[in-house]
């Protein structure tokens, strides 16, 4: 099955500091990749998503680009807001038919102003 | 609103006692799936449903645990005999399925067995 590995925390950065939060993972063939965030005391929410090789996925400002070669899935962001202290989480999503999402311990971001 | 609901939010029990959870996914979602979160760690995936079928699930999932998805709309997770170590945030998600995998999730419910 699938495995992912991601970047331990916490992060601790100021505010307009670049962000990069490595994942890489182990899959067979080439699964979709997602990275989620999880605010404090809220649900996770889709942040963005890569479906096949050399896909970017953007959004709110995040990055992550699919790399085949490297299994590779890091986020990135040019410039951080106290607004985005959270927890990431990276998830390819399982191979098999059932198609479940397979996560990391998850990145927590800290921002401070 | 129409993203995934979850209901209750929190939930505190007596070791020994049973309880459910209810998951309301997007209308017209196929697939939905419930996943298991304890504290300092990613979700983990339980089981999942395919309209009214449920087609997988988990090791995590002992017997003492059984999920519902009568008419395929919502879905119902219940614990039997509930252990200290069942403490955790259950999620679900759902998604439309073939052709777009997009999982959204609900906001959890909250378990803690006392």
């Known amino acids: 099955g699938n495995s992912v590995t991601q970047m331990e925390g916490p992060v601790t950065l100021s505010e307009e500091a670049f962000l990069t939060i490595n994942c890489t993972y182990t899959a067979t063939g080439y699964p979709s990749l997602f990275w989620y965030v999880q605010y404090p005391g809220e649900g996770l929410q889709l942040l963005l998503k890569?479906?096949?090789?050399?896909d970017k996925g953007s959004n709110k400002g995040f990055e992550a680009t699919y790399r085949k070669e490297t299994t590779s899935f890091h986020l990135e962001k040019g410039s951080v807001q106290v607004s985005d202290s959270a927890v990431y989480f990276c998830?390819?999503?399982?191979?098999?038919?059932?198609?479940?999402?397979?996560f990391g311990k998850g990145t927590k971001l800290s921002v401070k102003p | 609103d129409t993203g995934v609901s979850q209901d209750p939010r929190h939930k505190i029990t007596k070791r020994g006692q049973n309880v459910t959870f209810r998951c309301d996914p997007i209308?017209?979602?196929?697939?939905l799936y419930w996943y298991r979160q304890t504290l300092g760690q990613g979700p983990e995936f339980l089981t999942y449903?395919?309209?009214?079928?449920?087609?997988?699930k988990s090791r995590l999932l002992s017997d003492r645990f059984s999920a519902e998805r009568p008419k395929g709309s919502f879905s119902t997770l219940e614990i039997q005999r509930t252990e200290q170590g069942d403490s955790a945030m259950y999620l679900c998600?759902?998604?439309?399925?073939?052709?777009?995998?997009?999982?959204?999730f609900g906001p959890g419910t909250r378990l803690t067995v006392t």
């Open positions: 998830a390819p999503r399982d191979g098999g038919s059932q198609g479940n999402l397979i």
């Open positions: 890569a479906t096949k090789a050399d």
């Open positions: 209308s017209e979602h196929n697939r």
């Open positions: 998600a759902s998604t439309l399925g073939v052709g777009s995998y997009e999982q959204y």
């Open positions: 449903f395919q309209n009214e079928a449920q087609l997988e």
